[in-house]
């Protein structure tokens, strides 16, 4: 069973717009959430996280929000970079990390 | 300071043939991982260990083994590999517990045929 599912399998959108990544969960025990991103030919890296007493968490470009009643959480990029062109997979932990199936982001100059 | 590397990058089995993979960190985390990545799933839990000497299974450890008898290295075995085996392998490893952010390897693809 798919307990953290990213709907989207791919999203475009134009420099400098904003970026949106979305991501759902099932497991209600669920109480710390990360994003990573990654790179063709590389493992995945870090990007940002939350835990589940906020509701959102900033660090520059990035910002993760939480919807613990809808069970969901979502990634804004602001401004998009073509750089930021990689795919976006979605963790949640309650002890162990469960993965989403990724979202492949393209910025398109 | 590597991070987290991983032996080999390629590898291709026949069914039935068996197969080590090795990944090594030079962060001194206490806790290491495998993950495997097919399409339109996410990476899923293979086997971790939690110090020198521990290990314990994931969400799909059946077909594989591991041991960790060093703290910086993680071994991944298939003792008789099957197609359903073919994935991309990750290695991981993290300072705190599963939780937290985790430090991933390169990844290897491997195909069984």
């Known amino acids: 069973d798919q307990q953290v599912k990213q709907n989207s399998p791919s999203l475009s959108v134009q420099e400098g717009r904003i970026s949106i990544l979305n991501c759902d969960y099932t497991?209600?025990?669920?109480?710390?959430f990360l994003w990573y991103k990654k790179y063709p030919a590389e493992g995945p890296t870090f990007l940002i996280s939350?835990?589940?007493?906020?509701d959102k968490n900033e660090d520059g470009r990035f910002t993760v929000f939480l919807n613990k009643s809808a069970k969901h959480l979502s990634l804004h990029i602001v401004p998009s970079q073509p750089g930021d062109s990689a795919v976006y997979f979605c963790a949640a932990s309650a002890g162990d990390m469960r993965f989403g199936a990724g979202t492949r982001l393209t910025v398109k100059p | 300071n590597a991070g987290v590397t991983q032996t080999p990058k390629f590898r291709v089995l026949k069914t039935g043939q068996s197969m080590t993979l090795l990944c090594a960190q030079d962060m001194n985390h206490e806790y290491m991982y495998w993950y495997r990545q097919d399409p339109g799933m996410g990476l899923r839990l293979i086997h971790y260990?939690?110090?020198?000497?521990?290990?314990a299974k994931g969400e799909v450890p059946d077909g594989y083994n591991v041991s960790r008898l060093k703290k910086q290295n993680f071994l991944l075995g298939l003792e008789s590999a099957a197609p359903s085996q073919t994935s991309v392998y990750f290695c991981?490893?993290?300072?705190?517990?599963?939780?937290?952010?985790?430090?991933f390897g390169p990844g290897t693809r491997l195909t069984v045929t």
């Open positions: 991981a490893s993290s300072y705190s517990g599963p939780a937290y952010e985790q430090y």
């Open positions: 939350i835990s589940s007493i906020k």
């Open positions: 260990s939690v110090g020198e000497g521990t290990t």
């Open positions: 497991n209600s025990m669920f109480d710390y």
